[in-house]
């Protein structure tokens, strides 16, 4: 019995280091890129609806099929498709997509701009 006590607790630890260990991933991540904070840019994501148009990778109910999927933007060269993908355009673009480009159909959300800095942070991290 204290065999299996002891397993469970050593199972148990293990899983949370390796759970903290990508947080910690992410946001390191984050702070590398812009400056901000993904989990702070998760929650924002949220807060903002953005969920309603993209499918966005660990926020829960971001699956909308308005606008692209976010998933491995990190790595994509553009922004749009007009902007070249660098952490300043992301966060120009996430404050105010039309002023970036104005026959965008995405809209300005009025995105404060520490906000736009977390949500680019996260978006990154969707490498």
Same mark, same amino acid.
């Given at each position: 019995?204290? !065999?299996?006590? #002891?397993l469970a607790v050593t199972l148990i630890s293990a899983l949370c280091n390796i759970g903290c260990?990508? !947080? @910690?991933?992410?946001? %390191?991540?984050?702070?590398?890129? +812009? ?7 998760? +929650? ?7 969920? @309603? ?16 999927? #976010? ?14 993908? +660098?952490?300043? !355009? ?19 959300l009025g995105v404060r701009h520490q906000d736009a800095i977390d949500i680019a942070g996260y978006?990154?991290?969707? %490498?």
């Open positions: 019995m204290r !065999n299996r006590v #002891l260990s990508r !947080n @910690s991933q992410a946001e %390191q991540i984050a702070r590398a890129t +812009t400056g901000g904070s993904a989990a702070r840019g998760a +929650t924002a994501i949220s807060r903002y609806g953005c969920g @309603s148009c993209h499918i966005i990778p660990g926020v829960s109910g971001a699956s909308g099929l308005a606008g692209p999927p #976010l998933s491995g933007i990190g790595n994509r060269i553009y922004i749009a498709g007009v902007l070249q993908n +660098t952490p300043d !355009n992301m966060i120009r673009w996430i404050e105010n997509p039309p002023a970036v480009d104005e026959h965008t159909v995405m809209p300005n978006l990154y991290t969707l %490498q």
